[in-house]
């Protein structure tokens, strides 16, 4: 029996986040307010975020646009990854170039987020606009229009968990195999960095109060 598919617009809500314009006006005025922003280079291939910036309004954001556990980002440009937010983050907004995919009760999140990653790219950069172009853009029109498979929901669960386990192995290899690196690059830096007398000079004896071997002394005289 095939798989129902719903549209993902039926499950979610989907939010385009606030213009990346910095308020240069509003920079010496007071009672301003602080939100932390996330922008899309503040997204990590391992499921992770690096917030590094902020933005101030006089006005507050409304509710919708703060970012909630559960959520899902997405790159309004080029995507190429989807983000979960696995933890609360407080006093936080988006940019414009980012979507946030805020799934309805009875949808596993990650699920979601493991479909747009690893099958939705591939459609959306399909249905994108400027696709001949270097840069390409995704609408919500087109998220909303998204297939998304309607399987039970422990289905759902065990997909997700499996994709959040996959995020962790590959950070963790990732870090292995820069620490494997690092390594051998200390071992190589030992040897060619090594004292300048000359080639042979880690061949000579270490300094002893004893005297020398007649065979010590031979070898020695041959360096």
Not at 21 to 37: A, D, G, S
Not at 95 to 119: D, H, W
Not at 170 to 187: F, G, I, N, P, T
Request: aromatic letters at 8%; glycine letters at 4%; charged letters at 25%.
């Amino acid at each position: 029996m095939a798989l129902k598919n719903v549209k993902l617009g039926e499950i979610a809500e989907i939010f385009n986040g606030l213009p990346d314009i910095k308020q240069h006006e509003l920079i010496y005025k007071e009672n301003l307010i602080t939100y932390n922003f996330i922008q899309p280079n503040h997204l990590g291939i391992f499921n992770d975020i690096n917030i590094s910036s902020e933005i101030k309004r006089q006005t507050s954001v409304d509710d919708s646009y703060l970012i909630r556990k559960n959520d899902i980002l997405l790159k309004r440009l080029n995507p190429d990854i989807a983000t979960l937010v696995r933890e609360d983050i407080s006093n936080t907004t988006f940019s414009s170039n980012l979507f946030v995919i805020r799934v309805f009760k009875g949808y596993y999140p990650a699920y979601i987020a493991c479909l747009l990653e690893n099958q939705g790219m591939a459609w959306l950069n399909s249905n994108i606009v400027g696709s001949v172009a270097a840069i390409k853009s995704i609408s919500t029109k087109t998220l909303k229009a998204l297939d998304i498979p309607a399987v039970e929901y422990e289905k759902q669960k065990a997909i997700g968990r499996m994709w959040l386990l996959h995020k962790k192995r590959k950070h963790l290899l990732s870090s292995l195999v820069a620490e494997d690196q690092r390594l051998m690059a200390a071992v190589v830096n030992s040897i060619t960095a090594g004292p300048k007398e000359g080639k042979n000079e880690w061949l000579r004896p270490k300094k002893t109060s004893r005297p020398l071997s007649g065979e010590e002394q031979i070898r020695l005289e041959g360096l």
